[in-house]
């Protein structure tokens, strides 16, 4: 079978990298295709994986631009699935849904974001959708009719014990002192198609959780978008690869992305996640409220009346205060007994989710049966029990 999979975000490569090599293993010929996005290429490049780039260049904070790139990669992917006699089409873009539709091919999207939040995705790809895989909390509005939920997250395709193993040695490489407290920070670009109006952090609160953080540990900063001067000295430079070891030892995650949260959870990392998105993804917002393993503190301070509610009943504070009180709590407590509590919850997570890599590798491989399958077996824990 030939599988095309498009990738169009570094978190994508993370998210199918198992998976492909799988497909490969069971012999299927797999073409990568990509636009250019952050660090996706090096990625790719850092782990072997043939790729076509098929938009090196792309419009940037136009909407017309956007719409126009996305029909230029429509043409081009027909145009290879014809080529390459393609089978079947995998990814997290609408394209992949247009072009299966116009040539009559199978394909199968991915999602971890609630179609409130992708609203503009899920236009662009209902009347085309023919299947949608997303985590059992994401509610998909319009698409939902499409949708095959599963009892897992994106992360877990690659963070699962069963494909990742944290390594000392690994972080040591990377210049750090992993016998001294450390804290990662991540500042987003906030420039996607969905980041328009959200708020995150600025460089006033970059520079008081710094003033919090510098008398607990070093800190460590990784950045999407141009730092300010008095913030270099903290940037982290190491190969992207490395970075979940980096995140499996720090002491704690702060930032404004949510991949980066949701992969500091299921590492077992405490997490703060701030920014306008929280209480509006339910996959964070089960690893937060369900699991405990990490703070959502929303960006904009709301009413009392519009205040994100915990699925306790409790009511979520939001601003910039409750972020440092946030923090602050999390690095007064005893290092060894925040370790532990944090590590029994991932144990906790982990034990009620399955290997999502094995399950999107069985899934690809047995379109449409398995849909149907899936479909059948929803509250069956005997038949999700074959992808832990």
Not at 164 to 188: E, M
Not at 214 to 243: A, K, V
Request: hydrophobic share 40%; aromatic share 10%.
């Amino acid at each position: 079978m030939n599988i095309l999979v498009q990738l169009s975000h570094p978190a994508h490569f993370h998210l199918y990298k198992n998976a492909i090599l799988n497909y490969k293993h069971d012999g299927h010929q797999v073409f990568v295709l990509i636009k250019s996005k952050d660090i996706l290429e090096n990625l790719l490049k850092n782990a072997g994986i043939e790729y076509y780039n098929i938009l090196p260049l792309a419009h940037r904070g136009s909407k017309l631009g956007i719409l126009w790139d996305m029909i230029v990669r429509d043409w081009r992917i027909i145009r290879f699935c014809r080529k390459h006699a393609i089978d079947i089409l995998t990814g997290s873009t609408p394209e992949v849904a247009h072009a299966a539709w116009l040539l009559n091919l199978k394909s199968v999207n991915t999602t971890e974001d609630d179609a409130a939040v992708i609203g503009a995705v899920v236009k662009a790809i209902q009347p085309f959708v023919k299947c949608m895989l997303a985590p059992v909390p994401c509610m998909m509005g319009g698409i939902e009719k499409h949708t095959m939920h599963y009892p897992s997250y994106h992360e877990l395709a690659y963070l699962h014990p069963n494909h990742f193993t944290a390594d000392k040695s690994v972080v040591k490489g990377c210049g750090i002192d992993t016998d001294t407290p450390y804290f990662v920070l991540r500042f987003a670009s906030l420039n996607a198609h969905h980041d328009d109006g959200i708020c995150g952090i600025n460089t006033e609160i970059a520079q008081r959780l710094i003033d919090i953080l510098s008398p607990h540990g070093q800190i460590y900063i990784t950045s999407e978008r141009e730092l300010e001067p008095q913030f270099e000295p903290y940037r982290i430079r190491i190969n992207p690869l490395d970075m979940h070891h980096v995140m499996a030892f720090a002491s704690l995650y702060i930032g404004d992305s949510q991949t980066m949260a949701a992969e500091a959870g299921v590492l077992g990392t405490p997490f703060v996640r701030f920014n306008d998105f929280v209480g509006r993804i339910g996959y964070l917002r089960e690893l937060e409220d369900i699991y405990q393993l990490g703070y959502g503190i929303h960006a904009t301070p709301l009413s009392e009346d519009s205040s994100i509610r915990r699925n306790d009943g409790t009511v979520q504070p939001s601003g910039v205060e409750a972020l440092y009180q946030a923090v602050e709590k999390l690095v007064a407590m005893p290092a060894e007994e925040r370790r532990q509590i944090f590590a029994a919850r991932r144990e906790k997570m982990l034990s009620e989710k399955i290997d999502y890599a094995k399950f999107l590798t069985w899934f690809i491989e047995n379109y449409p049966d398995s849909q149907q399958q899936t479909r059948d077996n929803q509250n069956n824990d005997a038949f999700w029990a074959q992808f832990k």
